[in-house]
């Protein structure tokens, strides 16, 4: 999911800020253990799939964590992280770097969090529409309806299992990769006339994005 005309402040991802740990917390065993694993694991910025690979569209796999296919998960929780705030996001999923597995990262007002193996348990009624952009097809944005609040169970970088509940705009970001993990994409999520027309106007607004762009304006 992109920042959708919200200006997200750039975050330094490296060691435990990466991991969504604050630093201002008094240390202890733990977190040193997780610094130094950090250090040892470190992720790197990855190449987005084209929109037109399959893997976008491909049902993900659970994330294994006593023989991960894709490398260590704070290796994986990082790459995430770093490649979302590289390319302009507030959310990505696995899959949309490359690795078919339930797993994906979200950063919103300098909180960064990553989910292994999430499931959402309960979605309320109440919904709401709000325009949507996606990494994976820059330049369009679609209006797309939620659900105003969600529970989630999901695993973090550790295994650890943990629940909690998110409303508003997290919830949106939540939802939107959460499909992304069941092979659902933004063009899913209109119609085929609507999509084509989104299309259209985002070659519009590459083009534009080019000339500012050729003229320092960008």
């Not at 790459?79 to 490359?98: D, F, K």
């Not at 797993?103 to 990553?114: M, R, S, T």
Request: aromatic share 10%; charged share 25%.
């Amino acid at each position: 999911m992109t920042t959708e005309e919200r200006k997200v402040p750039t975050l330094i991802i490296d060691g435990l800020e990466g991991l969504g740990v604050s630093p201002m917390k008094a240390p202890d065993a733990s977190i040193f253990k997780i610094k130094t694993e950090a250090i040892a694991h470190k992720g790197s910025i990855q190449q987005l799939a084209p929109e037109d690979d399959p893997i976008l569209k491909k049902v993900c796999e659970p994330f294994d964590f006593v023989s991960p296919k894709y490398g260590h998960p704070i290796s994986i929780a990082q790459s995430l992280i770093m490649s979302m705030r590289a390319y302009g996001g507030v959310g990505l999923a696995a899959a949309q770097i490359g690795m078919p597995v339930r797993v994906f990262a979200i950063g919103y007002e300098k909180q960064n969090q990553v989910f292994f193996n999430p499931v959402i348990k309960e979605y309320s009624e109440s919904k709401n529409k709000g325009k949507e952009g996606c990494i994976s097809f820059p330049f369009c944005y679609a209006v797309v309806e939620r659900s105003d609040w969600i529970r989630i169970a999901w695993q973090n970088e550790k295994g650890e299992p943990q629940e909690e509940v998110f409303s508003g705009y997290t919830a949106r970001i939540i939802q939107h990769e959460y499909d992304h993990m069941d092979g659902i994409c933004l063009p899913d999520k209109v119609s085929k006339l609507m999509w084509k027309a989104l299309k259209e106007k985002s070659r519009g607004l590459y083009k534009k994005a080019l000339k500012m762009q050729k003229r320092g304006q960008l």
